[in-house]
């Protein structure tokens, strides 16, 4: 299993990003993609999933409404679209896997394969 993140980068307050996890290694179908995030002396943090046969979604309350999780199955690549960003979205963001073809939730200990983690830094 092979995650790779991208897309991260440093963005003013009120800005967007979009970040990308390329999956290999695996059926693409019978797992659920996660993200997280981890800010400098927290705890790491569910932000969003997504079952990938249903396309079944969930999402952190902090997050609701702002990002939006998205998939694409030919390119085995799941995208989180962040919009009106905030001071407080600064933090390494992960993807990461679970076996689960139908649901999905963004408990960090339930998913099993992590890729390396991408940079956001929003500046005020």
């Known amino acids: 299993v092979q995650l790779v993140e991208s897309g991260g980068g440093l963005v003013q307050v009120g800005g967007s990003l979009r970040l990308s996890c390329a999956a290999s290694?695996?059926?693409?179908?019978?797992?659920?993609i996660g993200w997280f995030r981890q800010a400098p002396g927290k705890e790491r943090e569910g932000v969003s999933c997504?079952?990938?046969?249903?396309?079944?979604?969930n999402y952190a309350d902090s997050v609701k409404g702002r990002f939006t999780i998205s998939k694409d199955n030919a390119k085995n690549t799941v995208y989180l679209q962040m919009n009106s960003l905030k001071p407080e979205d600064t933090a390494v963001y992960y993807c990461?896997?679970?076996?689960?073809?139908?649901?999905?939730?963004?408990?960090?200990?339930?998913?099993?394969?992590w890729g390396q983690g991408t940079q956001v830094t929003v500046s005020s």
């Open positions: 990461a896997v679970r076996r689960s073809s139908l649901f999905c939730n963004v408990r960090p200990d339930m998913y099993e394969y």
């Open positions: 997504i079952a990938i046969r249903v396309g079944r979604t």
């Open positions: 290694g695996f059926t693409f179908d019978d797992y659920a």
